[in-house]
């Protein structure tokens, strides 16, 4: 292909990024045949389904890759990983939701320099890649999916401070075995955080505690007097047995999550305002609340079997299923 494309229009600042003798550059027309290589190598831990020709590869770039520079809302952005001007890998964010504000991060290196350098040159590719995500792209949340058949990938996720989002079990077989696969995640705190509640809040939790969506899925479906929210707001303000935080997205204030100790286990209540519904919100604000426990610590969250929205966050989380009564399912986890 002639005339191949060197930046992307999506980038608001800057196409190339780099880190002392690393750099990120959108990813070259001449790179395509050792990226290729490189896939068909580790094939075992991609999800690829047969190793690539060199006419698959070309068709990609022609038809897949080339677009992408030049669209607004692109699907991917893929650069080529270099060390003092050498390609040692290549990699970006991909499955791209613009709307939820997420992508899910994709890297391969070259696999002659993964016994050596794996975990090194993960962690400069993370730092970068995060830096582009949330301050170039304004994203609120990346992610990795990997089969858990390469342990020395969790260490230099959990050094860049990644958490564990959940894993599934028997999801495929590699080499007849059954594998899992696994998810970290990482916010852009910055922009998405959980604040502590305080009493200028009063009002806003009375809002948001009355929404109609808010009383068809709570076990009491009448309304809250507002004699009655300042008597229980006061209590809980000072309670050391509850905890309560305010879900902020670039300090606008989209919703409320409150943990009330109870036996030893920790209680949850959430609600998201219903502007900022089917945002991805809801999940958000309960792996930042999950975050502010230590090891060990249970918690449990008792569900409308009707309300099919929390039941499917609570489940994504990987919340196990305690006991069924009245209409109400029970959901438990223990932070690891």
Known sequence: MEN???SYKVLKNKSVFYLNEFSLIPIRLEDKYVIMKWRNEQIYHLRQEKPITKQDQDNYFEKIISPLFNEKHPKQILFSFLKSKNLIGYGGLVHINWELKKAEISFVMDTSL????????????LKMIEYLAFEDLNLNKIFTIAFDVRPKLYESLKKSQFRLEHDINNFTKIKSKPVKILTHYKFNHNKLYLANVVKNDLYQLFIWVNEKIRLKNSFNNKPILWE????????KLISKETKIYILKVE?????????DLKNKIWEIDYSIDSKYRNKGYGKAIIQLGLEKFSKGSKIIASVKND???SIK???SLMFKKSRNYNGITEYIKKIN
């Not at 300090?251 to 943990?259: A, C, L, P, S, T």
């Open 4 to 6: 191949w494309p060197n």
């Open 114 to 125: 993964e016994k050596k350098y794996f975990n090194i040159y993960w962690n400069k590719f």
């Open 228 to 235: 009655d929210h300042i008597e229980w707001f006061s209590k």
């Open 251 to 259: 300090n606008i204030q989209v919703g409320q999550i409150r943990f």
């Open 307 to 309: 309300n099919y929205a």
């Open 313 to 315: 966050v609570f489940e």
